[in-house]
Each structure stands twice: as structure tokens, then as C-alpha cells.
């Protein structure tokens, strides 16, 4: 199998994972062994989705990267809102 084949299966099975109506917890345990295959996460930095391949972005691997990712670690989500308030508050 070479590593395009393995590429788009990932890409279904993350489609299968994103459809998936468990609970978030099971969701995350059910999961994490594909997380891993998807993603990096180099020492001290966020995780890195691995949806692109020879130029070819592959949408599930990416969705299915951010979901978990949010999941396990919340962030703010910024807003333009949110920097046009820094720009106003003279920083």
C-alpha cells in the first residue's frame, strides 16, 4: 500500500470518527489511536494535522484533527471582534 492509498484511508476513517454520535469522552478514547496516526505534536507545541500530502489536502484528516484537538484542549477561538479590540485598547 503505498502512502497515498494510506492517506485516503485515513481520510474515511476520519470521516467514519466525525460521524460518529458517541459521547465526547468515549468519542476521545475510541479515537485517540487514529489521532495519533493523523497528527504530530512536537514537545511544547500544538498538535499539526497530517492532511496534506504531495500537494492533495485531505478535508477529513483535517476536521477530524481540529475536533479532537478542541476537545482535549480548549482554546479561545479569536474573532476579528477580539483583535480589533487589541488594536483599540492602545497595546
Not at 474515511?12 to 505534536?41: F, G, H, M, P
Not at 484533527?65 to 474573532?79: A, D, H, S
Request: charged residues 25%; negative net charge; proline residues 3%.
Amino acid at each position: 500500500m503505498s502512502y497515498y492509498d494510506n492517506q485516503n484511508n485515513l481520510n474515511e476513517l476520519c470521516y467514519i470518527a466525525l460521524k460518529d454520535t458517541i459521547d465526547e469522552v468515549s468519542w476521545l478514547e475510541k479515537y485517540n489511536s487514529l489521532y495519533k496516526r493523523c497528527s504530530v505534536q512536537p514537545e511544547g507545541r500544538p498538535s499539526i494535522s497530517l492532511a496534506f500530502h504531495q500537494g492533495e489536502f485531505f478535508e477529513e484528516i483535517d476536521e477530524f484533527v481540529t475536533k479532537y484537538t478542541k476537545l482535549i484542549e480548549p482554546v479561545k477561538q479569536w474573532t476579528d471582534e477580539d483583535y480589533m479590540n487589541l488594536t483599540d485598547s492602545g497595546i
